[in-house]
């Protein structure tokens, strides 16, 4: 079946903007993670959900970003008055359930200008 | 919190040559994960350790997850120019505020010269 789909698969805006960031995850999984890679780096955790809720949302940079998922399957990452040091790879996995292995997509570029 | 340290940070190679890259962590996990990444794409899964001491093969790939939970290597013999990439080490831990929180070391570049 499909992986893991991510969308834009890039995305340019200007600083103060805000930017959705769309995942759908592998049909069927109930976990779905949210990662963040700047260049050269690892990647850093963010958020994820089990269903439709985020027990762990400590990842967060800051309350410019916020994350839902609806239905238990496609989740937005959202950034508000986005600003240059936004500019990453945003990353999705899902997993079949909580603590099973995680499956990547292929990201989105973001660029804050 | 819990951070992994990977080494080397880049390898240049031959082809045919065995690479071994390894990470270490300040605190123990439950499972280790070895992922590579292409330029432009997400992680994809190479192998997954969910016991201590546990040594797993995938083809030419060999990774062990260490006896203290502490630790884990990625063997890769008899290199070939698609193994060129970014291998990253990941740890997952299923207690306290890191619960199913992936944490991944810094990356491994390898580059394979034919």
């Known amino acids: 079946g499909a992986g893991v789909s991510q969308s834009p698969s890039n995305k340019v805006t200007e600083k103060g903007k805000d930017v959705e960031l769309r995942c759908d995850p592998i049909?069927?999984?109930?976990?779905l993670y949210w990662y963040r890679q700047s260049l050269g780096q690892g990647l850093e955790f963010l958020i994820y959900?089990?269903?439709?809720?985020?027990?762990?949302k400590s990842g967060l940079p800051s309350d410019r970003f916020s994350a839902e998922r609806t239905g238990g399957s496609v989740s937005t990452l959202t950034i508000q008055r986005t600003q240059q040091e936004d500019s990453a790879v945003y990353l999705c996995?899902?997993?079949?359930?909580?603590?099973?292995?995680?499956?990547f997509g292929p990201g989105t570029r973001l660029l804050v200008l | 919190g819990q951070q992994l340290n990977q080494s080397p940070q880049s390898m240049f190679i031959q082809e045919g040559e065995d690479v071994s890259m390894n990470c270490t962590s300040s605190?123990?996990?439950?499972?280790w994960l070895w992922y590579k990444q292409d330029p432009g794409e997400g992680p994809v899964l190479l192998i997954a350790?969910?016991?201590?001491?546990e040594l797993t093969s995938n083809g030419r790939l060999t990774a062990q997850f260490g006896i203290t939970r502490k630790d884990s290597f990625l063997n890769i013999s008899a290199s070939i120019p698609s193994d060129v990439g970014i291998y990253f080490c990941?740890?997952?831990?299923?207690?306290?505020?890191?619960?199913?929180?992936?944490?991944f070391g810094q990356g491994t570049i390898l580059t394979v010269h034919p």
């Open positions: 990941a740890g997952l831990y299923a207690g306290g505020t890191s619960y199913g929180k992936l944490t």
């Open positions: 959900f089990q269903g439709n809720s985020a027990p762990d």
């Open positions: 996995a899902s997993s079949l359930s909580f603590m099973e292995t995680q499956y």
């Open positions: 605190s123990i996990f439950n499972t």
């Open positions: 350790l969910y016991k201590a001491g």
């Open positions: 049909s069927g999984h109930t976990a």
